[in-house]
């Protein structure tokens, strides 16, 4: 039966995308896109000074309801420097899915800190808090008011949630946990642009929040990012050294502190707010390639579980994941579906198990994580793959 099913799920698939090649998300650019880029060319205002950092970094607060908005030239250094402004140090621990993006991972071993991998949840791909819960009992005591990892001695200062996929995790539970054991929140929200857990934007619950806008996010400035921000003392620090810590001074050039070079350029930002004038389209899009996927798994309900919205969330879909019942079942659709130019993806290897992450502490039970990343593939879910959608 399972090898009876692989055809008729390629057929699906290959019925919806039509003629490939299909990669997995790939950016929609138009006219206006070229327009914006050329206008900073032609002025000669392409590095991080001009009029669309600043108008950039406006749509965003605006449309997320942020505090505080800074652009950054790509997702992982703004993990680095919201981490860096909450004084996270060597040593310390922060708690972090195994399931997740290397960059999230790199921007804590940048401060000498280190990652302590927890598992994920089956429903949204989040952390699992219940089970996060139960093993901060076990392992944390209070030590002036830090916590602190019995079985290191080490301090455990913060948590950062990962919202896969665009897909909001369980933010209240972990507010909540947070509260309890004295950990800062940095929200990796670098997928969900347009997503929301009861109707507030992603990346706004914690101490800080992280977009991405690397060319295959919702949308793109090519490469780039950005740190949402609650504290305006947070902003002002994180805009001083994302900005080689430069001083004010109207006359004297300077530099106040070690600062680094993580400003978004104005040529990225005109391309990035070019591309936010079409949000709310690039948003109906995704709903409704998630809708007609779904439609088209149904007969397959058995063997393939599409992600869909849950209760309090909306998210914007970025990429359409299922989950196969089988790992063989998902590495022959893959196999097959590579060689017809449709380039789906598994999700990515466990952070744990990768070798220079192995030294790192974890909790002894990733059993969800390890499932998934067995069992969770990526299917096309870039613009244009609708016949009744315009690009």
Known sequence: MENFSIPLIIRSIKKLLGEGPHFLHEPSMGKKETNYVTETIKNNYVSTKGIYVQKFEKKIKNYTKANHVTSTINGTQAIFIALKALGIKQNEEVLVPALTFVGTVNAISYLGAEPHFIDSNIKDFGIDCRKLENYLKKIVIFKKNKSINKKTGRAI?????????????????????????????????????????????????????????????????????????????????????????????????????????YKMPNFNASLGFSQFNKINKFLKYKKNL????????????????????????????????????????????????????????????????????????????????????????????GFGILKNEKK
């Open 157 to 261: 200062r913060a948590i950062i949630p990962v919202h896969v996929f665009g897909h909001p995790c369980d933010i209240e539970f972990i507010l909540r946990l947070a509260k309890k054991y004295k950990l800062k929140i940095v929200e990796d929200a670098a997928e969900c642009l347009g997503s929301f857990y009861k109707n507030k934007h992603l990346g706004t619950f914690g101490d800080f929040g992280i977009l991405s806008f690397n060319g295959n996010k919702i949308i793109t400035s090519a490469g780039g990012g950005a740190v949402l921000v609650n504290s305006k003392k947070n902003f002002d620090f994180i805009s001083l050294i994302g900005n080689v810590a430069k001083s004010n001074h109207p006359i004297e050039l300077y530099n106040v502190d070690i600062g680094y070079n």
């Open 290 to 381: 998630n809708r007609i996927y779904f439609k088209r798994f149904s007969k397959f309900n058995n063997k393939l579980k599409l992600i869909r919205d849950l209760k309090n969330t909306k998210s914007n879909f970025w990429l359409q994941g299922i989950i196969v019942n089988k790992i063989s079942l998902r590495n022959a659709i893959i196999k097959t579906c590579i060689k017809n130019k449709i380039f789906i993806k598994p999700i990515w290897k466990p952070l744990h198990e990768n070798k220079y992450c192995k030294k790192k502490y974890c909790h002894k039970d990733l059993s969800n994580t390890k499932y998934l990343a067995k069992r969770l593939i990526s299917l096309p879910s």
